[in-house]
């Protein structure tokens, strides 16, 4: 747990300035590594996915992977960067255990794309304008597991284990300038851009762009410095953030942790931070290093990148749809109010609830869903709705059962429950459950039959005309059915059975 103490967020906003840089690293979908032949592939057993070259043995050489480049080119003209017609390599020099070659081969000085800006739309229409000072190309590390100790972190933990099945899995990292200007808006806009990225690179078929496996991971910078005072502050940089919520949530901790430790007269410490999601704080990592830090040379077993201008107007001309016209298209088709259509901005569903649409969905249920029910489990699981384990063809089939009345509303509640407890598909829970809508008239009257003895009160004013009093019944009904009665098929048999026109 940390023991940090943080100021309330409006006393550092009346005190302090953020300023804010972000890291973004995207996991290209590429069907092989960055430098080798290994598959490129999430979730398999540890270690199977590797050879010699990513491994780091002696005497191999690596070779550069053509779709990562052209994905890296991609993802830099959709940012509106400059393409380099002449980019290199170097080696990143640094010690651990997830780096078997002890370096990492990435871009220093010259990364194939520079120079671009990308425009943040935030919940009220407010435009972020933020600059991309590069997005580069290199390789991702392994993964280490740490055992033992209770929070699965290095600290307290008695050993690691390592995976390098993601090691020299391609990336490309995107780094933006300093952005300043954000004032008490800064956690929402660091939400709102890792959104963006994120949208751009699966939009652009780049990247599975799954925050929950890691292929998007944010570094957030922050540093704080009093309002009138050009002199940036110190920053530190919390490390691998992994969903959206999380780096809204880092970005706020850390401004009022920056801010808490400048009133006390102490200097900031440049450092990385670990983010806590249980405790939605940050911990100190490492002194931060700098790039001398890391003895950064060209790599000496590659060849420099060579982008002709055909090259890049050839991929320039594959670019998709760009994703503000996209979703100017998508609410047209879905009929979507302005308010609407932002709330599934902002909740980060917008390809969710596309996919779910796509699947068979009418708009109307697949907003239902996702804005509704899902969204609200995933705020009690403190987890972005799109990791909750619903897929858009779960809420396909659920709605198809309600279509078929073989199920209602209620009913699809309870399903939803089985499927994330894992009992399987939606009509494989009502089948387990019993939880099918009971349609059988003669069930249904006996049913009725007792509501209507239970409530003769009710009953007499039904036969007085007082028609609308029969969802007493119908309630009386659906209690004793445990919500499984069809609701519609009752009312018209409680009228028929007290012999008024309904």
Known sequence: MTTETILSFEEAMEKYEPVLGFEVHVELNTKTKMFSSAPNVFGDEPNTNVNEVCLGLPGVLPVVNRQAVESSILIGLALNCKIAPHSTFARKQYFYPDTPKNFQTSQYDDPICYDGWIDIELEDGTVFHVEIERAHMEEDAGKLTHMGGSTGRIQGADFSLVDYNRSGVPLVEIVTKTIEGAGSRAPELAKAYVAAIREIVKNLGVSEAKMEHGNVRCDANVSLRPHGQ????????????????????????????????????????????????????????????????????????????????????????TLPEPPAERRKRLQADWGYSDLEFRDVVNAALL?????????????????????????????????????????????????????????????????????????????????????????????LQTAIDEALAAQPDVAEKIRGGKIQAVGAIVGGVMKVTRGQADAARVRELILETLGVEG
């Not at 706020?252 to 007269?265: C, N, P, T, Y």
């Not at 806590?276 to 940050?282: A, F, R, W």
């Not at 708009?363 to 619903?390: N, S």
Request: hydrophobic share 40%; glycine share 6%; charged share 30%.
């Open 230 to 317: 050009e002199k940036l502050g110190t920053r530190t940089e919390t490390k691998n953030v992994n969903s959206l919520r999380a780096v809204e949530n880092a970005v706020k901790f850390e401004i009022q942790r920056h801010a808490a430790v400048l009133d006390s007269g102490t200097p900031i410490t440049q450092e990385t931070r670990h983010w806590h999601e249980d405790t939605k704080s940050t911990t100190s990592g490492r002194p931060k290093s700098d790039a001398d830090d890391y003895r950064y040379f060209p790599e000496p077993d590659l060849v420099p990148i060579v982008t002709s201008a055909a090259w890049v107007e050839e991929l320039r001309a």
């Open 351 to 443: 390809d969710e609830i596309e996919e779910t649409i796509a699947a068979g969905a009418t708009a109307a249920a697949a907003r239902k869903w996702w804005m509704g029910e899902i969204a609200r489990r995933a705020k009690l699981a403190d987890v972005d709705p799109a990791a909750l384990g619903v897929t858009p063809a779960v809420v396909v089939e659920i709605e198809k059962l309600i279509a078929t009345g073989a199920i209602n509303d209620k009913l699809a509640r309870k399903v939803l429950d089985g499927v994330l407890e894992g009992e399987g598909t939606p009509t494989e829970v009502v089948a387990k459950r019993g939880l099918a809508v009971v349609s059988d008239d003669g069930a």
